[in-house]
T-cell receptor, first 114, second 111 residues
Framework: GAVVSQHPSRVICKSGTSVKIECRSL??????MFWYRQFPKQSLMLMAT?????????EQGVEKDKFLINHASLTLSTLTVTSAHPEDSSFYIC??????????FGPGTRLLVL | GEDVEQSLFLSVREGDSSVINCTYT??????LYWYKQEPGAGLQLLTY?????DMKQDQRLTVLLNKKDKHLSLRIADTQTGDSAIYFC???????????FGTGTQLKVEL
């Protein structure tokens, strides 16, 4: 399967600032990446599908101006949480689309907004 | 709609078998998957099964698929403390690698 990294693994920021999270596919060229949000003891909530070289497709209810996604290369997608607020605190996980319609996940980024 | 349901919690003793169940609603899913999530980590793909198969075995893991009842199960033989985690089933929906995840089952293995 694909090896996926995320950076940073953990970030604390002040309310009103923006935070960028990187998702890298280390050994696989990924035309499609996915961004999820996970609340404690809950399942994953798909936020958006990131397509290399084109605009991301956002799920219903996800603000595209707040969660900016850029997929500029086959190995890197970024999620920027703009003007972060405490309610944006969560665990953000990215994944890469693989064979047999699978997804391979990164280790996640814990965001805490004070 | 696409809903994937799992029981929330399962507790077993070390050495016993664990069976985690999942029900789904989208009969057109091509593949179904089991993922494992340890605390504070991402999801690890454990195994997957093609929808025209009934069973798949991979070392200690056995996946059973009942398409008629839209029921998927994961059996872990000789469960170890390292198997303690949250297990998610998922189904492929709509193509393009898009998946719908279940609610997750927390497996606790006791000595």
């Amino acid at each position: 399967g694909a090896v996926v990294s995320q950076h940073p693994s953990r970030v604390i920021c002040k309310s009103g600032t923006s935070v960028k999270i990187e998702c890298r596919s280390l050994d696989f060229q990924a035309t499609t990446m996915f961004w999820y949000r996970q609340f404690p003891k809950q399942s994953l909530m798909l936020m958006a599908t990131s397509n290399e070289g084109s605009k991301a497709t956002y799920e219903q209810g996800v603000e595209k101006d707040k969660f900016l996604i850029n997929h500029a290369s086959l190995t890197l997608s970024t999620l920027t949480v703009t003007s972060a607020h405490p309610e944006d605190s969560s665990f953000y996980i990215c994944s890469v689309g693989g064979r047999f319609e699978t997804q391979y996940f990164g280790p996640g980024t814990r965001l805490l907004v004070l | 709609g696409e809903d994937v349901e799992q029981s929330l919690f399962l507790s077993v003793r070390e050495g016993d078998s664990s069976v985690i169940n999942c029900t789904y609603t989208d009969s057109s899913s091509t593949y179904l998957y089991w993922y494992k999530q340890e605390p504070g980590a991402g999801l690890q793909l454990l195994t997957y099964i093609f929808s025209n198969m009934d069973m798949k075995q991979d070392q200690r893991l056995t996946v059973l698929l009942n398409k008629k009842d839209k029921h998927l199960s994961l059996r872990i033989a000789d469960t170890q403390t390292g198997d303690s985690a949250i297990y998610f089933c998922a189904e492929s929906t709509g193509g393009g690698n898009k998946l719908t995840f279940g609610t997750g089952t927390q497996l606790k293995v006791e000595l």
